[in-house]
């Protein structure tokens, strides 16, 4: 008790100006620190913005890279590159969108459709991405989705008569194709069926006068 009593009186005989001063050099020193917590927040800032520029530029250089290897097919070599520059920018949509295209032309149909679902993924509204995605679906003979792509592509990007005339059309003609061969194989199931049955009911009439004779 007397030690708080103490610090009490000796609070009591604090002028009021010293008083008034100590605020003034705590709000100062509070400024100070509120500055220099700024000056880091900005410093950290302006330095992942660098980081971020060198990772986008770096990225660039391997994605022309890639396209140049992949113009001169050498494809394996090409995908290298671009896995590469998705370590620096992962949600780069055309970076997998080429790759699915290379991946599509070394026949892995279904990374090519992983890449492809990626791309739309990361920028659901790149037309070449579901365009690609559509033609990758196609080489696992899913008709059906691929039309679906095909027409994403289309509403982003209607005036494309590559999407129109070439790939949707391709699409419904196999669509088509498909159709009528599930019908003959339909129609030629009962026939099957009905020479199975004329066959079995032989064999057990032939086995009948067999034990007969016996």
């Known amino acids: 008790m007397a030690s708080f009593g103490w610090k ?3 609070g009591e005989k604090v002028s ?5 001063q100590f605020e003034a050099e705590a709000a100062d020193e509070k400024d100070a620190v ?16 660098i980081l971020l520029e060198g990772c986008a530029e770096k990225s660039k250089q391997l994605k022309d890279e ?15 590159k671009w896995d590469e520059a998705l370590q620096l920018t992962p949600n780069d949509a055309t970076l997998y969108e080429m790759k699915s295209q290379v991946l599509m032309s070394l026949h892995e149909t279904f990374p090519a459709v992983h890449a492809a679902e990626m791309a739309v993924q990361r920028n659901p509204h790149s037309w070449e991405s579901w365009q690609t995605l559509g033609r990758a679906q196609l080489g696992l003979g899913e008709i059906v989705l691929a ?26 003609t196999l669509q088509e194709q498909q159709k009528v061969a599930q019908r003959i194989k339909k129609s030629e199931a009962p026939a099957e069926q009905t020479l199975e049955e004329a066959s079995g009911g032989r064999s057990q009439e032939n086995q009948a006068v067999r034990l007969l004779s016996q």
């Open 147 to 172: 039309i679906r792509s095909f027409q994403v592509a289309l509403h982003i990007y209607p005036m494309n008569p590559e999407i129109w005339k070439e790939d949707l059309s391709w699409a419904r």
């Open 34 to 49: 509120e500055n220099d917590e700024g000056n880091w927040l900005h410093a950290v800032k302006r330095r992942k913005e």
């Open 66 to 80: 890639g396209a140049t290897l992949a113009e001169n097919k050498r494809y394996r070599e090409a995908i290298q």
């Open 8 to 10: 009490r009186k000796i």
């Open 16 to 20: 009021k100006v010293t008083s008034q």
